[in-house]
């Protein structure tokens, strides 16, 4: 066999070598087709940028009044106040007025007990998580009902009952915050305090 020969036979086998690798090639190009990898590809995409994106909320899962600074107490105040007027006292009044203390008397001291606030908030909470979260369900607002409810109620008569055994007159609270200066109204001293935190003029 001349040299030629040889160089020429090498080349040919080399050449069906190659041609082999590009039928396994195309072979694989085929079968990644028909398992639609390019689909699967793009909905790993969209899964992996919604768990990498911010939830949208209304509000935070958990409000830790602690941290707020008095500007936040505000907004805080605003939102708690428009699910307690809106919301609470409107759908479950009898709730409403035995948690606040207005099954009694007219008047109430309710939003002057930090340990209240705390409870309306965490009610608030979950009702949001009951009623309005995107995994909501009949489950949950049974839960909600039968559980969370019932048990916010009997928190908030057990905070309210030293203010309401010894009530004396006016809403009740045993230590007045505003150095006993008379005001009419429980919304127009709760207006008073929202003001006094905007100006500073009591610590958060």
């Given amino acids: 066999m001349t040299e030629q020969s040889k160089e020429t036979k090498a080349v040919w086998e080399r050449t ?12 694989r190009l085929d079968t990644l087709e028909e398992q639609k990898l390019a689909d699967r590809i793009e909905e790993l995409s969209l899964v992996v940028k919604r ?40 759908r479950w009044p009898r709730s409403y007025k035995e948690m606040l203390g207005y099954s009694e008397r007219g008047s109430s001291c309710w939003w002057q007990h930090p340990d209240m606030v705390e409870t309306l908030t965490s009610l608030m909470m979950s009702h949001h998580w009951a009623y309005l979260d995107k995994e909501a369900s009949p489950l949950r607002v049974a839960e909600w009902l039968g559980r969370w409810l019932p048990d916010a109620v009997r928190q908030g008569k057990f905070i309210l009952e ?24 429980d919304r127009e001293q709760l207006d008073g305090y929202l003001h006094m935190l905007r100006t500073g003029e009591v610590p958060s």
């Fill in 51 to 90: 768990l990498a994106s911010k939830p949208k909320a209304d509000a935070p899962a958990v409000w830790n009044w602690n941290a707020f600074t008095p500007q936040q107490q505000v907004g805080a105040w605003e939102i708690l106040l428009q699910w307690v007027e809106g919301t609470f006292r409107v």
């Fill in 162 to 185: 030293e203010c309401k055994a010894g009530y004396e007159g006016g809403n009740g609270h045993k230590h007045d915050l505003f150095e006993n200066k008379a005001l009419q109204h």
């Fill in 16 to 27: 069906r070598e190659l041609g082999r690798q590009l039928d396994e090639v195309n072979g």
